[in-house]
């Protein structure tokens, strides 16, 4: 069980670039979620994929986007980046829809600063 | 709008103590509620959740007390030890939805 790993852990953007960011999801999970996690503050759902579908989307503009593969990895997708997306980005998978029965397993995030 | 209410902001518990968060929530269609904890430099783990079926589940030191008429619950920390300075969220989600609403979370220091 090797968990769920995201990459890069660290990134520095300017105003106005876009990103990407990476997870691998805990082998056997095939439902990956995305959540933003500004300093001092919970974790805010943007986005949830399901079989490669997305399958829930929170508050977020369409600036923030993203894929799953067949291998259940995923990307998270940001252009246009602004100063308020500076966070930590985490990600979150489980098996099945199941993350209300096995809780979800969270990777350590990448913490994007944008200057 | 904030739909899950958590207090207190920040907390020190002598060792040995019982620490104590609370949250309340506004939307009566959440039937799972989470605790997560987060250590510096690491992703949310669960530690214990509950439906509102009960009003209290107790997992080792951690326990969760369920209010259904009023909306709240909160996580009692027994015997707190300094291994348990983190910062612990509370969540909920929605019958029929995976996704999970947060609190602003509490940061706990356990001193020795």
């Known amino acids: 069980e090797t968990g769920v790993t995201q990459s890069p852990t660290h990134l520095i953007k300017t105003r106005g670039q876009q990103v990407t960011l990476r997870c691998s999801s805990q082998?056997?999970?095939?439902?990956v979620s995305w959540y933003q996690q500004a300093l001092g503050q919970g974790p805010q759902f943007i986005f949830q994929?399901?079989?490669?579908?997305?399958?829930g989307r929170g508050n977020f503009p369409p600036r923030f986007s993203g894929l799953q593969f067949p291998n259940y990895s995923s990307e998270l997708n940001v252009n246009a980046l602004e100063l308020d997306d500076s966070a930590l980005y985490l990600c979150?998978?489980?098996?099945?829809?199941?993350?209300?029965?096995?809780?979800?397993?969270f990777g350590s995030g990448t913490r994007l600063t944008v200057v | 709008q904030q739909q899950v209410k958590q207090s207190p902001q920040s907390l020190i518990v002598q060792k040995g103590g019982i620490s104590i968060i609370n949250c309340a929530y506004e939307?009566?269609?959440?039937?799972?509620f989470p605790w997560y904890q987060q250590f510096p430099g690491k992703g949310p783990a669960l530690l214990i959740a509950?439906?509102?079926?009960?009003s209290e589940k107790k997992e080792g030191r951690f326990t969760i007390s369920f209010n259904k008429s009023a909306k709240q619950f909160s996580l009692h920390i027994m015997d707190s030890q300094p291994g348990d300075s983190a910062t612990y969220f509370c969540?909920?989600?929605?019958?029929?939805?995976?996704?999970?609403?947060f609190g602003k979370g509490t940061m706990l220091l356990v001193s020795p």
């Open positions: 969540a909920a989600s929605k019958s029929g939805y995976s996704t999970l609403t």
């Open positions: 994929y399901y079989r490669e579908e997305e399958n």
């Open positions: 509950i439906r509102p079926d009960v």
């Open positions: 939307n009566t269609a959440f039937d799972y």
């Open positions: 979150a998978s489980s098996p099945g829809m199941g993350g209300r029965v096995y809780g979800y397993t």
């Open positions: 082998s056997g999970h095939n439902t």
